[in-house]
């Protein structure tokens, strides 16, 4: 596919696509902004475990100087009989911990109905199993606070933007997509990272793309150099799961860094950043 016919696709796509819009999108999460050469990372465990490993958690993200804290409640997992997740009673367990240090947080949502719960959450995260849900992405069209979308196990650029597009047709302007890896052949990783997802997506759309190396590797050892490698890519955040004690994480604690792996990937990619984040065309060419 050549340049012109790239700049044919992005018509496509009316509120997400770079036509209608030429300038990068900034998308402000509580006092963190994604976007237009702002970066930062989310950090924190796949899911809220207990009061006590959420604050343990938001201790580690704050003093490493990453920006958002984490946690899911709901746990989309392959199998029903894996850990689900602790529910609704982890919302406040969460807004807690981030008040506490000063994070904003972010969590996903898998269902429209649980809309009223996350009034306080201030980012809401479409997993990947979700990312053709279009009830939940009309529904979110309609919410004030700003959505990260995350691209689905099998899906197209193409049909991750014209998911975000349900989402800012429906009124809600504040979308950061996430490439999160998708299946491929392979299978000693978790899932495949696509990593050239980032600059296309962003030749493509004007909104803000993060990368999420954890479930894009399943491998706690690949998150480091596929986090510097996303951060040189032009990535404008990364989503980084660390737990206190990975070895005794209900999900995900092999992929899941510790807490002083965490603090050395944001020294690494803040002095990586440095370097790359002079190199404009890495923002934009169009
Ligand atoms: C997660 O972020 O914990 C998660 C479930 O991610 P994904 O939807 O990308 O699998
Ligand atoms: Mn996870």
Redesign the pocket.
């Known amino acids: 596919m050549n340049e012109n016919e790239l700049r044919k696709i992005a018509e496509d796509y009316p509120f997400a696509g770079r036509k209608p819009k030429q300038a990068d999108t900034v998308v402000r999460v509580g006092e963190v902004e994604f976007g237009a050469g702002h970066f930062a990372v989310i950090g924190g465990p796949?899911?809220v475990e207990s009061e006590r490993q959420i604050n343990e958690a938001a201790a580690a993200v704050s003093l490493a100087g990453a920006a958002l804290l984490?946690g899911?409640v709901f746990?989309?997992?392959t199998s029903p009989y894996t850990y689900q997740g602790i529910g609704e009673q982890g919302i406040a367990m969460l807004v807690a911990a981030g008040k506490r240090y000063g994070l904003p947080v972010v969590s996903?949502i898998t269902a429209a109905e649980q809309i009223p719960w996350f009034s306080e959450v201030d980012l809401l995260?479409?997993?990947?199993?979700?990312m053709q849900n279009y009830a939940l992405l009309k529904a979110l069209g309609q919410c004030r606070q700003p959505i990260l979308l995350?691209?689905g196990?099998s899906a197209t650029l193409q049909e991750l933007l014209f998911s975000a597009e349900y989402i800012l047709a429906g009124g809600n302007p504040n979308v950061i997509l996430?490439e999160?890896?998708i299946r491929t052949y392979d299978t000693i990783t978790r899932n495949t990272l696509d990593l050239a997802a980032v600059p296309l997506l962003k030749k493509l759309s004007h909104l803000p793309v993060i990368v999420?190396p954890?479930?894009g590797t399943g491998i706690r050892s690949l998150v480091l150099p596929m986090s510097l490698a996303a951060t040189a890519a032009g990535a404008d955040g990364l989503?980084i799961?660390m737990h206190p004690h990975p070895e005794q994480a209900m999900?995900?604690g092999e992929q899941s860094l510790t807490v002083e792996e965490f603090r050395e990937l944001i020294v690494a990619v803040s002095r990586l950043r440095t370097v790359s984040g002079n190199c404009s065309r890495l923002r934009d060419d169009q």
């Not at 995260?125 to 979700?130: E, L």
């Open positions: 796949c899911a984490r899911g746990k989309p997992r996903e995260q479409v997993g990947a199993r979700n995350k691209r196990l996430c999160r890896g999420d954890s479930h989503m799961e999900s995900d």
